[in-house]
């Protein structure tokens, strides 16, 4: 890692994860002199591959420090929040539950649930409770069931054959828990004192009102970030709402557990809401397959993540694991060990442990189960070495349907249509609630959107020093750091031979921007830059265009608008953004036709890959520097298409962009139709669309042009003069001429 004052030093320096070239415009081959790549190489970005999916290999690296962790936290948790549509949270409307139809069983009682999570949108589930052994007024223990993706849900039925196969091989003692094991853990739990809420996951039992993995799969969806994963999320949130309201339910002893998909649904929401105490997801969290199913994926989710940093977000609070001879099988040596040190961060390594049974496939049977009624009962209730299962009867599944004659299903019930309808209406009142009037109201504005944008396009403005810089000239190799003190007196000499003119070409690959991160970026980012006769000032223009570097150049001269600019003494700096220039593999990387959500939710959009090779450029202007070692002042232009980019990566960068001009090219976000736009930035219309974008670039001098005038030019025109900054903002409905946007930019 080369250090901040070296990098300032140096006439240029670019940064390659393979072979690293830098050459003098001029000296390229062919007709282009921008180009980086001779001699038939191409660049080694691990984006020009194909995408990561969920069977990948998502390992954890566990932080060094907790206020590493701390801040990781905090962002991961945004991510989660804004990745499920829940950033901000939607408002919590009256639950209105249904409780009905008592079953005695002895020693605990069922009970029928249901209750609306959002109006029309019914959550169903049956309650399990001790029958006796406690006063009227003594508070109990509770605990969420998530049952996972068994067929019928909270109805299972294994079926003699797969019970008899259990019960041989020693999973299951006997029959009834070898076909019944979903009501043999709620039944157990209750005997054991805890209140014990199952609940339907989508399209399951009784909630079959949008039928499971349906509904979600169009691209307004992913400009919404409304999915199955979401909805089932918001549906875990109102389930623990339900039963901390019970009112013989302790709130601050809550526990959940679930396997599989059902485990999917225990540390998402471990992860995202504080009130749970104790977490049990068994069979699901592994560095291998991260959940195969539409409710478990949704864009945004693991971008730079997986599941094993997900579940420490749980941390300290207690939390087990069950493994089987399933993609968790290598959870104990692969994942876990890295968790382990987490919680020893803490002191608390006693509140974290992982147990596998290997002979078994996928499953939560009685070995596992036990192992979590220990769990829950040490850290929710009291201390014992160890809890043994007791048999019990089955209830015929259907007599635990909720509905039935006296209890109908809900007439205002929605199907997913038009539950998508009223959840967009209830987004854009709480979207039209921000709009910013004064100060106050623009910080909260900036708080909210702006962490959703960062979210979204999972890139920030990187540290200088989080760039790994090495380059070669065309007159002598240089190794950085290594070779650096060596030649420094033939860069020297190389600049005063230069006589002052650089026009130069280098290319960029990004560390990890966080202690905590735990991927290794394999990114290159091919850059042309020239200082040309620049003055004092010091001045410098990210030039971001659909054609990349090589735009600056018609037949081997500058461009008009690109030689204005050099000739008012301003350096340009112009990236290969991904899928442009020489930044283009064999083929553009396909989006999963079945749901994008399985695409973008473990990489990043093409858009937002692009805002972040322009916030990545913006930080490389920063190597440039006088012998005061100021920062030099950057403008940004975005060119046709990618004009809204500029918009994007100004909204992230903040003052470190001093102007910024951008042809907006007509572009709204809402106009998109096909998850698979190379312009679709899933969760932008949901945020308020461009305008929004360009309100979050206030105070900064912004000129637009070529837009489309939508309700969100109102958003922008609000956070400017909420910023007393509405002479910073120019708008022209028509496309500017090239030299009219240079004539501005460089004033």
């Known amino acids: 890692m080369l250090s901040r004052r070296d990098a300032l030093a140096l006439p240029a320096a670019g940064v390659l994860a393979g072979h690293p070239l830098f050459r003098h415009a001029g000296a390229a081959d062919g007709d282009d002199p921008t180009k980086v790549f001779t001699g038939g190489k191409k660049p080694t970005d691990v984006r020009l591959g194909a995408p990561k999916t969920l069977n990948g290999y998502f390992p954890f690296v566990a932080p060094k420090t907790k206020e590493a962790w701390e801040a990781r936290r905090t962002q991961l948790r945004e991510q989660l929040l804004v990745a499920t549509g829940l950033w901000p949270l939607p408002e919590k409307t009256p639950l209105n539950a249904v409780v009905h139809g008592k079953i005695d069983r002895g020693e605990y009682t069922i009970e029928k649930v249901y209750f609306a999570s959002t109006p029309g949108h019914y959550v169903c589930g049956n309650l399990y409770r001790p029958a006796h052994g406690k006063s009227k007024d003594e508070k109990r223990p509770g605990v969420l069931f998530a049952h996972g993706h068994w067929a019928d849900g909270r109805f299972h039925d294994a079926g003699e054959k797969a019970a008899k196969a259990s019960v041989e091989g020693g999973g299951e003692p006997d029959m009834d828990r070898g076909r019944f094991f979903m009501q043999a853990l709620p039944a157990t739990l209750a005997k054991l004192g805890f209140v014990v809420f199952q609940y339907d996951m989508l399209g399951y039992a009784d909630s079959t009102a949008i039928p499971h993995g349906a509904g979600f799969r169009d691209a307004e969806a992913e400009l919404r970030l409304q999915s199955q994963m979401g909805l089932q999320t918001w549906n875990s949130v109102r389930a623990l709402d339900f039963l901390a309201g019970l009112p013989d339910v302790d709130p601050?002893?809550?526990?959940?557990?679930?396997?599989?998909g059902g485990g999917t649904q225990t540390f998402v929401l471990g992860a995202i809401d504080d009130r749970l105490a104790c977490a049990f997801p068994a069979v699901m969290v592994s560095t291998a397959m991260q959940g195969g199913c539409v409710c478990e994926n949704c864009s945004l989710l693991r971008v730079n993540t997986g599941n094993v940093e997900i579940a420490a977000l749980f941390a300290p609070k207690p939390m087990a694991f069950s493994?089987?001879?399933?993609?968790?099988?290598?959870?104990?040596?692969?994942?876990?060990?890295?968790?382990?040190?987490?919680?020893?961060?803490?002191?608390?390594?006693?509140?974290?442990?992982?147990?596998?049974?290997?002979?078994?496939?996928?499953?939560?049977?009685?070995?596992?189960?036990?192992?979590?009624?220990?769990?829950?009962?040490?850290?929710?209730?009291?201390?014992?070495e160890k809890v043994k299962e007791p048999a019990f009867k089955p209830v015929p599944p259907k007599e635990l349907s909720v509905f039935d004659a006296a209890h109908p299903r809900p007439k205002d019930e929605l199907d997913a249509k038009a539950l998508r309808a009223a959840m967009s209406k209830a987004s854009d009142a709480q979207m039209a609630k921000l709009v910013p009037k004064d100060a106050a109201s623009l910080k909260e504005f900036r708080r909210v959107v702006g962490t959703a944008l960062r979210a979204m396009v999972n890139s920030t403005l990187p540290e200088y020093d989080s760039l790994v810089i090495s380059f070669q000239t065309g007159r002598f190799p240089v190794e950085w750091p290594d070779g650096y003190e060596g030649c420094k007196e033939q860069v020297a000499r190389t600049r005063k031979e230069q006589d002052g003119t650089h026009s130069i070409v280098d290319e960029f690959a990004r560390d990890p921007d966080g202690s905590v991160r735990h991927y290794t970026s394999g990114e290159t980012l091919p850059l042309f830059w020239s200082w040309g006769k620049m003055r004092a000032h010091h001045a410098w223009v990210v030039w971001v265009h659909p054609k990349g570097k090589s735009s600056l150049f018609e037949k081997g001269k500058w461009v008009p608008a690109a030689k204005a600019i050099l000739d008012k003494g301003f350096g340009i700096m112009a990236p290969d953004v991904l899928h442009t220039g020489e930044l283009v593999g064999d083929k553009t990387p396909a989006v999963d036709?079945?749901?994008?959500?399985?695409?973008?939710?473990?990489?990043?959009?093409?858009?937002?890959?692009?805002?972040?090779?322009?916030?990545?450029?913006?930080?490389?202007?920063?190597?440039?520097?006088?012998?005061?070692?100021?920062?030099?002042?950057?403008?940004?232009?975005?060119?046709?298409e990618f004009g809204p980019i500029a918009v994007l990566a100004k909204a992230l960068a903040g003052d470190a962009v001093a102007k910024t001009a951008a042809d907006l090219n007509g572009f709204k976000f809402e106009d998109i139709t096909d998850p698979a736009d190379p312009m679709l930035l899933p969760g932008a219309v949901k945020y308020g669309g461009l305008g929004a974008f360009l309100a979050l670039c206030a105070?900064?001098?912004?000129?637009?042009?070529?837009?489309?005038?939508?309700?969100?030019?109102?958003?922008?025109?609000?956070?400017?003069?909420?910023?007393?900054?509405?002479?910073?903002?120019?708008?022209?409905?028509?496309?500017?001429?090239?030299?009219?946007?240079?004539?501005w930019l460089v004033k």
Not at 332 to 358: I, S, T
């Open 323 to 384: 493994c089987a001879n399933d993609w968790t099988k290598d959870f104990v040596r692969k994942g876990y060990p890295e968790l382990e040190q987490l919680y020893k961060l803490y002191d608390a390594g006693d509140r974290v442990d992982a147990k596998e049974w290997l002979r078994y496939g996928h499953q939560y049977n009685v070995h596992a189960r036990e192992f979590m009624y220990y769990w829950m009962r040490n850290h929710l209730m009291v201390k014992e």
């Open 252 to 260: 601050k002893r809550l526990g959940m557990t679930g396997a599989s």
């Open 699 to 743: 105070p900064g001098e912004v000129l637009v042009h070529n837009h489309k005038e939508t309700g969100t030019g109102q958003l922008s025109r609000a956070a400017y003069e909420a910023a007393g900054a509405a002479n910073k903002l120019t708008r022209s409905a028509d496309k500017l001429d090239p030299a009219k946007v240079v004539e």
């Open 593 to 640: 036709k079945t749901y994008a959500g399985y695409t973008y939710g473990y990489n990043r959009a093409v858009l937002a890959q692009r805002v972040h090779d322009v916030l990545t450029a913006i930080t490389r202007t920063y190597g440039f520097t006088n012998e005061q070692k100021r920062r030099f002042p950057v403008h940004l232009v975005g060119w046709g």
